[in-house]
């Protein structure tokens, strides 16, 4: 009896031993394997949160753009109307100057025989203008041009239906946006895992940008036709024919890869982004793989060495999960601030001024903002300088002109929304200096009227009751600013005309 209790001692100390072992690496091969399961399908849905966040703000920012747009075509038109036009060559004249002053770079008029007049050009457009085939129109409208026979650009028209120029009746206006400045605005950072791409409603790659190995620069549905199943292809194709949004996802090359994807505001466009690879999830699945060899090698180990193992590869992970995190985060926003500086004088864009004027604008909606002042700076002299001088001398006055306006308005967030056209948006300190500054500002500028220096004409506007926008506050200094302009001109400066 007490051999066989010793025996059964020890029989039941190496097979509970070996029973805990392989329980504890069961265990762990169980639980790494949920852990992996669980983090993919995490990491999954949080990658298809990201591409919908960035194809909807790309979204919002294309339809902010064009709304600008139109307020500038209407702009036009209103400086249009008081100008006394009486001949083809001075309505050329008025085109310049609305490209100069406006930035509106293929502003046409329509008359009423669908005669289309340019800058520089006439000519017949109902063939190639889709909205010019109604007889009449009556709201504004979004449309595509096809150019040099593949290359397409976005027309934008309103009606213009009490426009009378040279005795005729003219019935629209519109401007003509190169696909290239929408894809400016669209761009993300495409060189390590997420790729974008602009799509008509048949799958046909109108930006000319890579989406991902899979897909490349091909039709979109054709290059995944048979990497997803026939009903998912076919909800696909008809979410691109109706304006609708979506996602897919597939395998390739052994590669899980999704795309999401957003029409664009009226144009028969859809706005694609596609992450092809997880930088994150790659290094989950080798430190997992590494912890699962290291449990079948050392299967030794009690329940304890396998937790402070276990913590040990979190650590490591963590760490790792975080120096990949602050590294995309980096090159994230190193590509946000090339989308939003301006290249010549290295202040912020006009895109920059947009998305910064749809914040303010939520603001003055949700009463948050109490005081803003908005000072509109425009260069004197400027197309004086460049008949006269040349364009470098003009580039030159454009950055000295920037370097004068930080260097009075240091409290000030500047921004070049123009040729010669800056805006300064003052908040907190900036606000409150704001007259001082101002005075300083004007002081200056009628000094270097006398010294051959910079001049700029400014105006300012603060924000009041019953102002729904940045933009009705803009108007205000605006007009201010042209009054200064003239004021200047008296004083010597040169202007536009002189």
């Not at 699962?292 to 050392?298: G, P």
């Not at 202040?347 to 009463?367: F, G, Q, T």
């Not at 454009?398 to 240091?410: H, S, T, V």
């Amino acid at each position: 009896m007490k051999q066989i209790t010793n025996r059964t001692f020890l029989l039941t100390a190496i097979i509970g031993s070996l029973l805990i072992i392989a329980m504890v690496t069961a265990n762990s091969i169980h639980s790494s394997h949920n852990t992996i399961l669980k983090t993919e399908e995490a990491i999954f849905t949080v990658s298809r949160f990201y591409l919908e966040s960035i194809a909807d703000r790309r979204s919002h920012t294309v339809a902010n753009q064009i709304e600008s747009e139109f307020i500038q075509m209407e702009t036009a038109l209103d400086y249009i109307q008081h100008e006394d036009i009486e001949s083809q060559e001075e309505l050329r004249q008025t085109l310049g100057k609305i490209k100069n002053l406006l930035s509106l770079n293929r502003f046409a008029l329509v008359d009423q025989d669908n005669v289309v007049y340019t800058q520089y050009t006439t000519y017949t457009g109902k063939s190639r203008h889709e909205f010019l085939s109604e007889e009449t129109m009556t709201d504004r409208t979004i449309s595509t041009v096809s150019i040099y026979g593949s290359y397409k650009q976005l027309c934008l028209a309103i009606p213009t239906p009490d426009l009378t120029i040279m005795g005729k009746p003219f019935k629209a206006c519109f401007i003509q946006i190169d696909i290239k400045d929408i894809i400016d605005l669209l761009s993300v950072d495409n060189k390590s895992s997420t790729y974008f791409a602009l799509y008509s409603k048949n799958g046909s790659n109108l930006s000319g940008t890579e989406l991902g190995p899979a897909i490349s620069y091909h039709n979109i549905f054709d290059a995944t036709k048979g990497l997803v199943s026939e009903d998912v292809w076919k909800e696909n194709m008809d979410h691109f024919a109706n304006d609708v949004g979506g996602s897919m996802t597939f395998i390739y090359g052994g590669v899980t890869e999704t795309l999401c994807y957003v029409p664009l505001l009226n144009t028969g466009w859809e706005f694609t982004v596609l992450i092809h690879e997880n930088v994150i999830l790659d290094q989950i699945r080798d430190i997992s793989e590494n912890n699962l060899l290291a449990n079948r090698k050392q299967i030794t180990f009690t329940f304890f060495a396998e937790l402070i193992l276990a913590a040990i590869l979190f650590l490591e992970l963590r760490e790792l999960s975080k120096e990949k995190l602050n590294a995309e985060k980096e090159t994230r926003i190193a590509f946000q601030n090339m989308a939003t500086k301006d290249s010549m004088t290295g202040v912020r864009n006009k895109h920059a001024y947009l998305e910064y004027e749809n914040d303010l604008n939520r603001k003055i909606h949700n009463n948050e903002l109490k005081h803003l002042a908005v000072v509109v700076c425009d260069i004197n002299g400027l197309k004086h300088i460049n008949d006269t001088l040349g364009h470098a001398a003009g580039d030159k006055l454009i950055k000295d002109a920037c370097a004068l306006i930080c260097e009075i308005f240091i409290h000030g967030a500047v921004f070049r929304v123009g040729g010669d056209e800056f805006v300064v948006l003052l908040q907190d300190k900036g606000y409150d200096s704001m007259n001082e500054t101002i005075s300083t500002m004007n002081r200056k500028v009628e000094a270097n009227i006398h010294e051959n220096g910079v001049v700029v004409s400014i105006g300012y506007a603060v924000l009041e009751e019953g102002d729904h926008h940045v933009r009705d506050i803009f108007e205000r200094a605006d007009k201010m600013m042209y009054v200064r302009k003239q004021e200047l001109k008296a004083m010597g400066a040169k202007t536009r005309d002189s």
